[in-house]
């Protein structure tokens, strides 16, 4: 059973996101409109595939020079005023032609290519509106629960689900963004993402 907590008083949520913060348990933690929203540690598998994804896009993107690859960042849709509304994605992709502006503590401006790991009672699916609002260009989110990756792509209005790849189906998920292509596949403990880089032939599991 999920419980959602409202605490009224400033000085109990004041003190409880000082110690969020002295403890580093904070890192996740977003603002929606005002409203602070407290993320639970991510699970170790998570955190591996945020390791993984973050390792494959960094040679596909940081060693071409092509742009930076963040993995946690605050991604916002203002300049002044940013700490009210703000996401933080598992992993994000700016490259140089970017139309998103870094800040230095955030980004104002939704990112080229994004991964979004879902874990138990998570909101992500509420996050959807938010990145196509700051026009992010392309999302992977990843869902393990049962395993399905999905890619959304901007369209000009919103991000759209373009394609999806459940294990045993073969089906490849083309970013037009990073020219990669990726499709889930069975493995022994858990399945895995095969990702292959059109443009060097180089493939990873995830």
Known sequence: MTMT???HDPLVAERLRAERGASGADRYDEVWENVYIMAPMPNH???????RFTRVLDEIVTDAEAGDVVPG???????????????VPDVAVFLKTTSAVNHDQFWCGGPDFLVEIVS??????QKLGFYGAVKTRELLVVDRDPWRIDLFRHDGDSLRRVAT???????WLES???????????????????????????????
Not at 45 to 51: F, R
Not at 189 to 195: L, Q
């Open 5 to 7: 907590t409202v605490i």
């Open 45 to 51: 598998e998570h955190q591996v595939l945020v390791g």
């Open 73 to 87: 960042v605050n991604v916002s849709d203002r300049v002044d005023g940013w700490e009210t509304n703000f996401r």
């Open 120 to 125: 138990p009672h998570d909101q992500t699916g």
């Open 165 to 171: 790849s459940q294990v045993g189906e073969g089906v």
């Open 176 to 206: 037009q963004v990073l020219g990669l292509r990726l499709r889930l596949q069975s493995g022994t403990d858990r399945p895995h993402i095969e990702v292959q880089h059109t443009a060097t032939g180089r493939s990873w599991r995830i």
